[in-house]
């Protein structure tokens, strides 16, 4: 098996497992309630889909990176809102209520608009929409949709598994870790001085602030809920499209790579932070 091979069910378990995971965890009317704000839609579809991409983009543009580094920023920039939002989110004081509708939001705005948007923004791609939708479909999309289906039909079911996959997710999580340490040290050690992570963390950071300084009337913990849901990367998602490239350029699956543990480090920065400004408004009100 090559080491392309490898990465490709690894990188499926880890897809399967974290978005099974989620459909579980999701209360599917407090969900819809929440949707139902136009102004959650019109901010999660607006950060995710229009600044988001315009971003990633202009970052290409900006820094000297080799073309498959910037492919893969764009592929970043095409895939919104981490798995483990909620754990971001409670770390940061934030809106679980919001968090929970910003996410199976972006998961099948991710589906049906990475592979429209992606060949529109990728210079000389040569995939199709539907070589590109496919694995997403398949290892993205359809497991939130049965771990929703369980939750909503089979309630008592999903609480008693649901501890189970969890746990399968976290070792997935673990062995894509261990995929990219051990297996692609090389391969990360090549980026380094090609501003591949300057990209990423750019991307993150920016993208963070604009959306948690205009908040255009959420309150401070949506704020943070928001920032955070619209920085953080779905490495699922971002990992299944890569896959779908008929040969990776190893510099395109070093970006891939590091959209796993180089993010994590900032967006944990970034939950501390707004839970400090939320501690600072909670003081100031006090007074």
Request: proline share 6%; with cysteine.
């Amino acid at each position: 098996m090559s080491s392309q091979d490898a990465f490709g069910l690894v990188a499926l378990f880890y897809a399967v497992a974290n978005l099974g995971s989620m459909g579980l965890e999701l209360d599917l009317r407090e969900t819809l309630k929440s949707l139902r704000s136009l102004r959650v839609l019109s901010l999660t579809l607006g950060w995710c889909w229009v600044v988001g991409p315009a971003l990633a983009v202009l970052l290409t543009r900006i820094l000297p990176m080799a073309e498959p580094y910037a492919v893969g920023l764009i592929i970043f920039g095409l895939a919104p809102t981490a798995p483990m939002l909620p754990i971001l989110i409670r770390k940061a004081r934030g809106d679980i209520s919001l968090g929970a509708a910003i996410m199976p939001l972006a998961v099948v705005s991710t589906v049906i608009l990475m592979p429209l948007m992606a060949p529109l923004l990728i210079p000389g791609l040569t995939l199709s929409s539907w070589d590109i939708g496919k694995p997403l479909l398949l290892t993205v999309l359809l497991p939130l949709v049965i771990g929703v289906v369980i939750k909503v039909y089979a309630a008592r079911v999903a609480d008693r598994i649901f501890p189970w996959v969890k746990k399968i997710a976290g070792i997935s999580t673990l062995l894509l870790l261990g995929f990219v340490v051990l297996v692609n040290w090389r391969v990360l050690l090549s980026t380094l001085g090609s501003l591949a992570i300057a990209g990423q963390v750019l991307f993150i950071l920016v993208l963070a602030f604009v959306a948690y300084t205009f908040g255009f009337g959420l309150n401070q913990a949506q704020r943070g809920t928001m920032a955070l849901a619209v920085c953080s990367r779905n490495g699922s998602a971002m990992l299944m499209a890569v896959t779908a490239f008929p040969v990776i350029d190893p510099k395109l699956m070093a970006m891939a790579l590091l959209a796993v543990p180089v993010p994590v480090a900032v967006w944990f920065f970034l939950a501390r932070f707004f839970a400090s400004r939320a501690e600072t408004l909670s003081q100031e009100g006090a007074a």
